[in-house]
């Protein structure tokens, strides 16, 4: 048997996982003293530049606020509920913005907005991982009073935040616990991802 057939027939195991997804989790607590640089800044945004998307319309916008910048606070007085608690310490929040309509129409920009978004701020938190850094994504914020305060127009949405940093000590995973066992990261099994599901009949 070679070794291509060996690996698919034993059980996948998270150790399979490539080390940067393996090692990706989401902190609540920020150390206060990290700063995150402006280089750190531009290569998140590199990797959402590269991103894949529909048509290559790269419906995705970004607001950059570092902690210790004016930006900063514009973003953190309209923090809400946990977020507020636990965001504000971060380096750096990413305010991810999606090209919802065209202008001026309730007509769809892209069917594949959303979804193009998604993949670009998972870019950015798998190059984050890779820099050392940490994210959390979270749509604990007002986002009426966010789009007015930095006057992102009506066919733009403020979809979520990303609050990039350090974990603070008190909000890190276990260094051995398996993905399944991390902080807040319970998973669905592997069998109740797939349709049908084993044991289904199909047609
Ligand atoms: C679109 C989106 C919205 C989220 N909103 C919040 C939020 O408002 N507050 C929060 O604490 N976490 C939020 N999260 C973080 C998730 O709770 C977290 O990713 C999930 O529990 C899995 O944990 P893990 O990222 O550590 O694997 C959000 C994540 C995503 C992708």
Request: glycine share 6%; net charge neutral; charged share 25%.
């Amino acid at each position: 048997m070679s070794e291509d057939a060996a690996w698919k027939d034993e059980e996948v195991e998270v150790d399979d996982l490539h080390p940067l997804l393996r090692s990706r989790w989401s902190p609540m607590a920020f150390d206060q003293r990290h700063r995150a640089t402006k280089r750190q800044v531009d290569a998140l945004l590199e990797a959402a530049r590269w991103a894949p998307s529909a048509g290559n319309s790269q419906p995705w916008a970004f607001i950059v606020a570092r902690r210790g910048e004016d930006s900063h606070g514009r973003v953190v007085k309209h923090l809400a509920g946990s977020s507020l608690r636990w965001a504000p310490t971060a380096s750096l929040l990413v305010l991810n913005l999606c090209h919802r309509n065209v202008e001026g129409t309730d007509m769809d920009y892209s069917e594949f907005s959303h979804y193009d978004l998604g993949q670009a701020v998972a870019h950015m938190t798998i190059q984050a991982t890779a820099m050392g850094l940490h994210a959390r994504q979270f749509r604990a914020f007002r986002r009426a009073a966010v789009q007015a305060e930095f006057a992102v127009p009506d066919h733009w949405e403020v979809s979520t935040i990303t609050a990039f940093g350090i974990p603070a000590s008190g909000g890190a995973a276990p260094e051995t616990a398996p993905a399944s066992a991390r902080l807040g990261a319970v998973r669905r099994a592997l069998d109740d991802l797939q349709w049908p599901k084993a044991g289904d009949v199909t047609r």
